[in-house]
């Protein structure tokens, strides 16, 4: 998987609390990317990220945030968890070097609001 | 808004015949295309990326053809193989942060 590991792999939580969701790469990519992958709806990103403290919103941003004070550690939060955050959450980096970039995807967490 | 459409349906092919998969998009002026492999309870595995001026690539048995007047990719597996199973997304990008995904065609090969 490229260098990027997710912690934790799976997660069974409660509706109402916090949730963080980390992503960390060896590889010293400039750009990471948060996605959830549910059925009928392929992979929708959250966030990105493009540098350190660097970040922006993507598709379906509510109900989440995101932090990365360190170019390898890209933290996803989920500020007041709802089931419709149920779902399979994937990191993905990205050199950012042109126009066509490829993304390498870490091994995914799998996270059940209750 | 920007749509990407991929065969729904699963697709089951026969080993030694060729799978094609079709991803349609509308909205969208895309500079390049990218198809990913994706394993259950894995991340996706990028296979293949054809920018816009480009007709045709070809890796091994894979075979990706980009037509942007229909607004059309076909993705083929040549001589497939029951390994070649898995779920294949097609992305479509304008920059390197601005990639959309489709839901993906889940391909089975029979022996």
């Known amino acids: 998987d490229a260098g990027i590991t997710q912690s934790p792999r799976h997660k069974v939580t409660e509706t109402g609390t916090p949730v963080t969701l980390r992503c960390h790469q060896t590889?010293?990519?400039?750009?990471m990317y948060w996605y959830r992958q549910d059925p009928g709806h392929g992979l929708r990103l959250i966030h990105y990220?493009?540098?350190?403290?660097?970040?922006d919103k993507g598709e379906v941003s509510d109900g989440y945030s995101v932090s990365r004070s360190k170019t390898e550690d890209f933290l996803l939060t989920l500020e007041s968890a709802t089931s419709s955050q149920t779902s399979v959450y994937f990191c993905?980096?990205?050199?950012?070097?042109?126009?066509?970039?490829?993304?390498?995807f870490g091994p995914g967490t799998r996270l059940t609001v209750l | 808004s920007q749509k990407i459409e991929q065969n729904s349906e699963a697709l089951n092919i026969q080993e030694g015949k060729t799978a094609t998969l079709t991803c349609n998009y509308t909205?969208?002026?895309?500079?390049?295309l990218q198809w990913y492999r994706q394993d259950p309870g894995r991340g996706p595995v990028f296979l293949l990326l054809?920018?816009?001026?480009?007709k045709e690539k070809r890796k091994e048995r894979l075979k990706v053809t980009f037509d942007t007047t229909l607004k059309q990719s076909l993705f083929h597996i040549t001589a497939s193989q029951p390994a070649d199973s898995a779920t294949y997304l097609c992305?479509?990008?304008?920059?390197?942060?601005?990639?959309?995904f489709g839901s993906g065609t889940r391909l089975s090969i029979r022996p």
């Open positions: 909205n969208y002026s895309p500079a390049y």
């Open positions: 990220s493009y540098g350190v403290k660097d970040t």
């Open positions: 054809i920018r816009e001026n480009e």
């Open positions: 992305a479509l990008g304008s920059s390197a942060s601005k990639i959309i």
């Open positions: 993905a980096i990205s050199e950012g070097r042109g126009r066509a970039d490829t993304q390498y």
């Open positions: 590889e010293n990519h400039r750009y």
